[in-house]
């Protein structure tokens, strides 16, 4: 989507970032429209923190032009950051404090007024289901009722532009899904979302429109369905066959689908019927163990883009 | 300035957890080291011959350059561990510096914390003194900013360095090969003059004599009959201090941009 700084909140062009001979983040073009949920998608190491450090105005570009807010990070770092809310990948809670001292005086670092901390950490307080914790320490809290502490804190500026950075890694799924419908609300109030994730649910329940990334660049960008219209078909057949057989098949799938992935336990047939390719295989006298119709996800497209192989 | 005193208020946030017990341990060490070595060991001390100490009781003597000492361990203490405990254990630099706060805020506000609980420590230890009878002059009033000051020399430096670090091995270090020697041989307990004359011109490098020749000149009242010396001990220490918190303000600020 083209975008110009004014008409973006973020707009970012031939946006890079090396450290020393290594760069990890590769001439990247993106814009951010107000109202948008967006989501950068990737395998670890693909740049999309380094992407959300140089947003946030913590981490300078090397080169390329980036604005937020029609603002320059270079010159007006802490003006930006005074309309951001960031949720950071580790936890950076203070632990001497009590939960609502830590969203109380993270207001102060804003400049807000202690009466005006003190009435938005209690409405946080009850946005996050954390009233009944508010003056626990933050040490003996779930992960989930931390990751929801640190999206309060976030909120406490009322930020015009929320930066969250894998939100729901490491939780179960009882508060991701928690956390979903609270950012989900955020995004109905009109708050614009930049979210990382490599979990292509969060991504097709969150955003709007996504970038997928991977070595440093976006490899990809549109809306889930767009994504997967384009890089997946409407279907996807999963057989499994019983050990040592599916080496044996050489050649009796072909013509059965548009694209055909070969896995070490089981074969993918990407086709837009799923239903006629499975009685099709049953037909040329195949005897899977296991057949699996679906629709496409974004987890296909993802595999597609960024590959297979593990990154580490 | 009104950004660095937020920095400022978190920390008095914390430290209203431990307040109680913090302000009975700053009464407690000064009454411990100075009933020990000042009245216990003074005791020989005087007994034998006060000439070297220019006529002072050991008490007199001691009590002054403890309190320049004691405030120098304190500031070595507030800056390794919080520093670096808030730039990779909780991160809570981290959680700042992603608000309009700076990074030169967050250096320079944990700094002015520092000189804040060295100012409460030094007027806790000078009142013990006080109260010991070993304050010869109305002059330790000042020994409190001298104190505080020596302090401040040692805690710029040293937060620079604590920002560099990822585990807290190497404090361990700073506080046997530096702190104490320099506790020991910076004028605090003996005379420097008593040093072997090779070794002498050396305490002139630790900032510990200089603060320990100035908060022993305010509080004896012998700071009056040399100023420019006074003057000198003064000089050294705040430009070592202001060179301190330009190197923590910078290595901070690096960590914070590294991640």
């Not at chain 1, 950051?81 to 001497?96: F, H, I």
């Not at chain 1, 059965?256 to 837009?272: G, K, M, N, S």
């Not at chain 2, 009104?2 to 060490?29: D, G, M, N, P």
């Not at chain 2, 000051?149 to 807290?168: D, E, H, K, N, V």
Request: hydrophobic share 45%.
């Amino acid at each position: 989507m083209p975008g110009t700084p004014e008409t973006s909140l973020i707009h970012a062009r031939g946006l890079t970032k090396r450290f020393g001979s290594f760069t990890a983040v590769d001439a990247v073009e993106f814009d951010v429209a107000p109202g948008e949920a967006f989501g950068f998608l990737g395998p670890n190491g693909a740049g999309k923190t380094s992407t959300m450090r140089m947003i946030g105005c913590v981490s300078p570009a090397t080169d390329g032009l980036l604005r937020i807010l029609n603002l320059d990070p270079a010159t007006h770092g802490p003006q930006i950051r005074a309309r951001l809310g960031v949720v950071p990948q580790q936890d950076t809670l203070d632990n001497e404090l009590t939960v609502r001292e830590n969203l109380v005086i993270y207001g102060r670092y804003f400049g807000l007024s202690r009466a005006e901390c003190a009435r938005r950490a209690d409405e946080l307080l009850e946005f996050a289901q954390l009233t009944e914790r508010r003056n626990s320490p933050v040490e003996p809290l779930s992960g989930g009722m931390k990751r929801r502490l640190t999206i309060a804190r976030a909120l406490i500026n009322e930020p015009t532009l929320m930066l969250l950075d894998e939100p729901t890694t490491g939780l179960d799924p009882q508060a991701r899904h928690l956390l979903w419908e609270r950012l989900y609300r955020l995004k109905q109030r009109g708050t614009t979302l930049v979210l990382t994730t490599h979990y292509m649910d969060e991504a097709e329940q969150l955003c709007d429109r996504l970038v997928v990334m991977d070595k440093a660049t976006i490899v990809a960008e549109g809306s889930p369905r767009q994504l997967i219209d384009r890089y997946a078909t409407r279907d996807v057949t999963e057989l499994r066959f019983p050990v040592g057989v599916q080496e044996t098949l050489d050649g009796q799938l072909d013509g059965l689908a548009e694209r055909i992935e070969w896995l070490p336990d089981r074969v993918l047939l990407y086709t837009d019927d799923g239903e006629a390719v499975a009685v099709a295989a049953h037909e040329r006298g195949l005897q899977p163990e296991a057949v699996l119709v679906r629709r496409s996800t974004l987890e296909d497209v993802f595999l597609r883009l960024t590959g297979r192989t593990l990154v580490e | 300035m009104a950004v660095l005193a937020r920095v400022v208020e978190h920390r008095a946030l914390q430290y209203r957890r431990t307040f109680r017990a913090s302000i009975f341990s700053s009464f407690l060490s000064p009454l411990l080291f100075l009933t020990a070595m000042g009245v216990g060991l003074g005791l020989y001390v005087d007994r034998s011959s006060n000439e070297a100490l220019g006529g002072l009781s050991y008490l007199e003597f001691l009590a002054p350059g403890l309190l320049a000492a004691s405030v120098m361990q304190a500031a070595s203490f507030e800056s390794t561990f919080p520093i670096m405990g808030g730039l990779v254990w909780s991160r809570i630099y981290h959680a700042m510096y992603a608000s309009p706060i700076d990074a030169r805020d967050i250096a320079l506000g944990n700094l002015a914390w520092i000189a804040l609980r060295l100012t409460m420590i030094a007027i806790v230890f000078t009142l013990v003194i006080t109260a010991l009878g070993a304050a010869s002059s109305p002059l330790i009033v000042l020994a409190i900013p001298a104190a505080v000051l020596t302090g401040m020399a040692f805690a710029g430096p040293i937060a620079a360095f604590s920002a560099t670090q990822r585990t807290p091995e190497k404090f361990a270090a700073i506080f046997r090969f530096g702190i104490t020697p320099l506790f020991l041989f910076s004028g605090t307990f003996f005379p420097v003059e008593n040093l072997p004359d090779a070794i002498e011109p050396l305490a002139w490098l630790s900032p510990l004599y200089h603060g320990v020749a100035l908060t022993r000149g305010l509080a004896l009242g012998t700071a009056v009959d040399q100023p420019i010396v006074m003057l000198i001990h003064v000089l050294v220490l705040s430009v070592i201090t202001m060179a301190g918190a330009i190197a923590a303000v910078v290595m901070i600020r690096r960590r914070l941009v590294r991640g």
